[in-house]
């Protein structure tokens, strides 16, 4: 019994790589897309690294614009090119618009109840719809303007006290990308004590690590779970997803609470608790789908937002040249008014240059999320077959020395009176995606990271940490489907009215 199941643990995956690798060879059967030779039974897993996104950039250099890797028994396909993503997110959107159904995926979305990951069907579309009309639209977003700005005053006024002390800035915008969501989506900000100590944030964390869409579970179906749970991951997810899960319990209840202070307009929970209540929805609602809701709301704006507004503000502090300059646009544009308004974004060009110029350089979801097809198509002239991965890796599209100049430098000036735009329309630039999974909330998504950033560069300049040069900051990264700034930025504040008074 025990031969048996080595035999079937071992052999099983090697024999079928080694048809997929016949089936190429011979070219009567798929002509898939190039592949580095791999090793038996793990594929190129020992290849990917710990950062993705730069090993598939580094190696399309080789195999091309289309490429398979092969995870274990799973084949991988990666788009590196501006014309290979426009193929992948609008030509074939349709085709490769749904997602796989990996396994850590299905955890954190209480079985495919939520919009990023669940595949494409009848839910998806009319979750993304009731979010898009009742959260995320322009009308939605606007009325909860006065969240961010009593949020902003409050940021602003804590580091003006600490101040000249270092900032942890990775916190501070972590933690305020927390609170904005949470008031704009949840009603209110939960603090430690309602959540189990406060374990809210740890939880965050931990989950994300489920996202990272190269487990051993999906690669290795066989005995990537034993492997898991042997090493404790398992059991490392269960108690982060189980401590997320008793943060929505306390939110769905307090929104059920007939003594709760009675709103001025519903929340999303309320929403879809109406609906759920009423079932008037197309689709029937669960309090798992409310759930999944939550968790895309919490972690799909958090993280990102967080993460770009650390990435934009640690270019600044590498390039002092442009922090001055940025400065100096939204201080002459606002002068004494104290405080940037978001009515004054939209004409703070250079300001809107710089964070464009930092998501190309650091797209938050540099490899986007992994799509599926949905029948047997051609990519590039090669063989795709029906449920193959496909990854877009837009970190390698952004920076195509064919359409960007000088790819790996930030200079903000690329784009000024450049017509690209953040909504996905320009194949060589889409940080928030493109096609029919594009980021949701890319207006709410802005409507926080616009201000605040703007704000923390008109109210303060910013030093490095005293014996510290530019050279010093660190840049490494660290993936998870997302990718964070691997050490916290820590950043010196000077109040700008100081200076002036
Ligand atoms: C700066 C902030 C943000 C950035 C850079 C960002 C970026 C992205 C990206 C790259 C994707 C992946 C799309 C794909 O796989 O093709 C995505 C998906 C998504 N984002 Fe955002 N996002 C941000 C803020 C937000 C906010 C504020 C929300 C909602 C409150 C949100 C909700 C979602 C959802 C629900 C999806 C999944 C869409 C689907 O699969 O249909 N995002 N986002």
């Known amino acids: 019994m025990a031969l048996l199941s080595i035999l079937v643990l071992f052999f099983l995956p090697l024999l079928s790589?080694?048809?997929?690798?016949?089936k190429k060879k011979n070219g009567k059967g798929f002509k898939l897309p190039p592949s580095p030779p791999g090793l038996p039974i793990i594929g190129n897993l020992h290849q990917i690294g710990s950062l993705p996104h730069r090993t598939v950039a580094q190696l399309s250099k080789k195999y091309g614009q289309v490429m398979v890797l092969h995870f274990g028994r799973t084949p991988v396909v990666f788009v590196t090119t501006p014309e290979m993503a426009k193929e992948v997110l609008k030509n074939q959107d349709a085709n490769m618009c749904s997602r796989p159904p990996l396994q850590g995926p299905r955890k954190i979305s209480y079985n495919f109840k939520?919009?990023?990951?669940?595949?494409?069907?009848?839910?998806?579309?009319?979750i993304r719809k009731i979010c898009a009309l009742e959260l995320l639209s322009p009308k939605a977003v606007q009325s909860y303007m006065f969240v961010r700005e009593e949020e902003i005053a409050l940021m602003v006024d804590s580091i003006t006290k600490v101040s000249p002390a270092p900032v942890d800035l990775s916190e501070k915008l972590a933690s305020?990308?927390?609170?904005?969501?949470?008031?704009?989506?949840f009603g209110k900000v939960y603090k430690g004590k309602d959540l189990d100590n406060g374990k809210l944030t740890e939880a965050v964390g931990e989950v994300l690590l489920c996202l990272n869409?190269?487990?051993?579970?999906?690669?290795?179906?066989?005995?990537?779970?034993?492997?898991?749970?042997?090493?404790?991951?398992?059991?490392?997810?269960?108690?982060?997803?189980?401590?997320?899960?008793?943060?929505?319990?306390?939110?769905?209840?307090?929104?059920?609470?007939?003594?709760?202070?009675?709103?001025?307009?519903?929340?999303?929970?309320?929403?879809?608790?109406?609906?759920q209540r009423d079932q008037s929805s197309r689709v029937p609602i669960t309090k798992d789908h409310?759930?999944?809701?939550?968790?895309?709301?919490?972690?799909?704006?958090?993280?990102?937002?967080?993460?770009?507004?650390?990435?934009?503000?640690?270019?600044?502090?590498?390039?002092?040249?442009?922090?001055?300059?940025?400065?100096?646009?939204?201080?002459?544009?606002?002068?004494?008014?104290?405080?940037?308004?978001?009515?004054?974004?939209?004409s703070l060009h250079f300001f809107r240059a710089t964070l464009k110029e930092s998501?190309?350089?650091?797209?938050?979801?540099?490899?986007?999320?992994?799509?599926?097809?949905?029948?047997?198509?051609?990519l590039d002239g090669y063989d795709i077959p029906n449920k193959t991965r496909i990854h877009v890796n837009v970190f390698a599209v952004q920076r195509d020395p064919r359409y960007w100049k000088n790819p790996d430098e930030y200079i903000p000036e690329r784009f000024i009176d450049n017509p690209i735009d953040l909504n996905g329309r320009s194949y060589e630039?889409?940080?928030?995606?493109?096609?029919?999974?594009?980021?949701?909330?890319?207006?709410?998504?802005?409507?926080?990271?616009?201000?605040?950033?703007?704000?923390?560069?008109?109210?303060?300049?910013?030093?490095?940490?005293?014996?510290?040069?530019?050279?010093?900051?660190?840049?490494?990264?660290?993936?998870?489907?997302?990718?964070?700034?691997?050490?916290?930025?820590?950043?010196?504040?000077?109040?700008y009215e100081c200076k002036t008074a």
């Not at 305020?176 to 989506?185: C, D, G, P, Q, Y």
């Not at 090493?231 to 929104?255: C, P, Q, S």
């Not at 490095?464 to 050490?487: A, C, Q, R």
């Open 17 to 22: 790589f080694l048809l997929l690798k016949g």
């Open 114 to 126: 939520d919009i990023s990951f669940t595949p494409y069907g009848e839910w998806w579309r009319e």
């Open 176 to 185: 305020i990308t927390n609170k904005v969501i949470s008031r704009t989506a």
């Open 213 to 275: 869409n190269f487990s051993r579970e999906d690669f290795f179906p066989t005995f990537g779970w034993i492997i898991n749970m042997l090493t404790g991951y398992t059991a490392r997810i269960d108690r982060a997803l189980h401590n997320m899960d008793k943060f929505f319990e306390k939110v769905i209840e307090y929104h059920l609470d007939s003594n709760r202070p009675k709103p001025d307009r519903e929340d999303i929970i309320d929403v879809l608790l109406r609906l």
């Open 290 to 346: 409310i759930k999944g809701v939550l968790k895309d709301i919490l972690l799909a704006s958090v993280d990102t937002g967080g993460l770009s507004m650390v990435w934009a503000m640690t270019e600044l502090a590498r390039h002092p040249r442009v922090m001055k300059m940025v400065q100096a646009e939204i201080r002459s544009y606002v002068g004494n008014k104290g405080k940037v308004d978001e009515s004054d974004i939209e």
């Open 359 to 378: 998501l190309r350089l650091h797209p938050p979801s540099p490899l986007l999320f992994a799509r599926e097809t949905m029948s047997d198509c051609k």
């Open 429 to 495: 630039y889409f940080p928030f995606s493109s096609g029919r999974r594009i980021c949701p909330g890319i207006t709410m998504g802005l409507a926080i990271v616009e201000p605040i950033l703007a704000n923390l560069l008109y109210s303060f300049d910013w030093k490095l940490p005293s014996g510290m040069t530019v050279e010093d900051i660190n840049m490494e990264e660290s993936f998870n489907l997302s990718v964070n700034k691997k050490t916290p930025l820590i950043l010196v504040p000077i109040p």
